[in-house]
């Protein structure tokens, strides 16, 4: 059975720093593997995803994620905060058919 | 940009009462998805739906909850006799390809707060 687990429900981090949201996932066949954004009220934003091919992948807003295999990880990374950036993000992978979300993780980013 | 649209943005019904949430999906998608997310928790899958019959269902998925497609642009989520725990942010989204190979494109969901 397919399954993401992402580590940390809060993440903060300063204007400017690293962003970086841990995802692993448990997969039975080969993954497919996506980041989803979720601004307050709003609805479930693609940011990015890995199918096949190149391992490190980028997405909207300056967002990427390196598909690690031997470490079954997608985690997510951004070179500079943003304001904007302040959402809850969603690891999610592919199931049979149907894409199975991790628990979340709320960025806040301090002024 | 196509998108996946969804009414009512927020419906607010007694408990025991039948609701019906509606989703437009993107208009060349052939799967279509229910999901639904608890205030604070994870987005959790309900329903998978293609060539007009439900390919996969959840445990969560329970006699009190039914879709249809029925006049080929519409795709409904009813909720026979609702519960408390029904509470929640339920989203639809579809996809040209379904989750095997393609992307889900997610509407803005519909808020369902039962009293």
């Known amino acids: 059975a397919q399954s993401v687990t992402q580590l940390g429900s809060h993440v903060s981090v300063s204007e400017g720093a690293l962003v970086l949201l841990r995802c692993n996932y448990s997969s039975s066949v080969p993954p497919y593997l996506f980041w989803y954004v979720q601004y307050p009220n709003q609805g479930l934003q693609l940011l990015l995803k890995?199918?096949?091919?190149?391992?490190l992948v980028k997405g909207i807003n300056g967002f990427e994620a390196e598909f690690k295999k031997s470490e079954t990880s997608f985690h997510l990374t951004k070179p500079s905060a943003h304001m904007s950036d302040a959402a809850e993000y969603f690891c999610?992978?592919?199931?049979?058919?149907?894409?199975?979300f991790g628990k979340g993780t709320r960025l806040h980013i301090l002024p | 940009e196509p998108e996946v649209t969804q009414t009512p943005s927020h419906q607010v019904t007694q408990m025991g009462q039948e609701v019906i949430l509606r989703c437009v999906p993107i208009s060349n998608h052939l799967y279509f998805y229910w999901y639904r997310q608890i205030l604070g928790q994870k987005v959790e899958f309900l329903v998978s739906?293609?060539?007009?019959?439900?390919?996969?269902k959840s445990e969560i998925f329970d006699d009190q909850f039914s879709v249809e497609r029925p006049d080929g642009s519409n795709f409904t989520l009813k909720i026979r006799s609702t519960k408390l725990e029904d509470s929640a942010m339920y989203f639809c989204?579809?996809?040209?390809?379904?989750?095997?190979?393609?992307?889900?494109?997610f509407g803005e969901g519909s808020r369902l707060t039962v009293l």
């Open positions: 989204a579809s996809s040209s390809q379904g989750a095997r190979t393609g992307e889900l494109f």
């Open positions: 890995y199918t096949t091919g190149a391992t």
């Open positions: 739906f293609y060539n007009n019959e439900i390919s996969e």
């Open positions: 999610a992978a592919r199931g049979d058919d149907k894409i199975i």
